[in-house]
Each structure stands twice: as structure tokens, then as C-alpha cells.
């Protein structure tokens, strides 16, 4: 997630433990990098709605990137 929100604009603003704060001008959120853990999926929302990204853009988004 961190590579998709880089590749978007977004930038680390700060690591606190395992939690990096990602902003790209007015748009901020927290993403948990914890290993190879996947997303709990109220955290991928969490995350969508905070870079005001719904889940179809993202879905489509991902799936050219990736």
C-alpha cells in the first residue's frame, strides 16, 4: 500500500513504530506496515476514504500498477 500511495504522490511524512503517515497536500492517512500482513479490510476502507479514492478507482488503480 505504501508503494501505491508513493507512486500516487503521497510522501512519508513520519515512522512512528509501525505506522507511516503518508500526505500529498491537504490528503493525509496512517498506513500499518506490519511484514507481509495483509489489510484488514475496515483499514484498506479506512485508508480509501481518507485519500478520498473509492473502492472501484482503487480496485482499477491497482490492477494496472500491479
Not at 512512528?16 to 498506513?31: K, L
Not at 506490519?34 to 476514504?49: A, D
Amino acid at each position: 500500500m505504501v508503494r501505491f500511495l508513493e507512486r500516487r504522490g503521497f510522501a512519508i511524512v513520519r515512522i512512528r513504530g509501525s505506522h507511516h503517515v503518508m500526505a500529498c497536500g491537504d490528503r493525509h492517512t496512517t498506513v500499518p506496515v506490519h511484514g507481509n500482513e495483509t489489510l484488514k479490510i475496515g483499514t484498506l476502507r479506512s485508508i480509501l476514504r481518507d485519500i478520498q479514492l473509492a473502492p472501484i478507482e482503487f480496485e482499477n488503480a491497482w490492477n494496472s500498477d500491479f
